[in-house]
Nanobody, 126 residues
Framework: QLQLVESGGGSVQLGGSLRLSCVASGFKIDYLVMGWFRQVPGKEREGVSC????????TYEDSAKGRFTISRDNAKNTVDLQMTNLDPEDTAVYFC???????????????????WGQGIQVTVSS
């Protein structure tokens, strides 16, 4: 059974940076599309970024473009999300997620992610 554990969250001020990390255990992520999602209380969970199995294809939610960078290390079974120029609107619980994918160079924010981490809080204050 794949388990995902996030780390690196916390509180920062407007314009600050955080790096979220997700470590997978129980399964090699080479065969998985990896994604980061976030959720604010009372709102639906939304996709922030995803990365293909090969790492060559990445997708970002519009507000994350130019500020966030997703990366993966299949050898270490990890996926990171570097977040810069953070804004209070980025405050949310962030989730690491994974799903099996036959295609090597594809990722999306579709709702069929099978595996989820427990989530980690990111708070940005003004």
């Amino acid at each position: 059974q794949l388990q995902l554990v996030e780390s690196g969250g916390g509180s920062v001020q407007l314009g600050g940076s955080l790096r979220l990390s997700c470590v997978a255990s129980g399964f090699k992520i080479d065969y998985l599309v990896m994604g980061w999602f976030r959720q604010v209380p009372g709102k639906e969970r939304e996709g922030v970024s995803c990365i293909s199995r090969s790492g060559t294809v990445t997708t970002y939610e519009d507000s994350a473009k130019g500020r966030f960078t997703i990366s993966r290390d299949n050898a270490k079974n990890t996926v990171d999300l570097q977040m810069t120029n953070l804004d209070p609107e980025d405050t949310a619980v962030y989730f690491c997620a994974a799903k099996p994918m036959a295609l090597i160079d594809y990722c999306s924010f579709s709702a069929d992610y099978m595996y989820w981490g427990q989530g980690i809080q990111v708070t940005v204050s003004s």
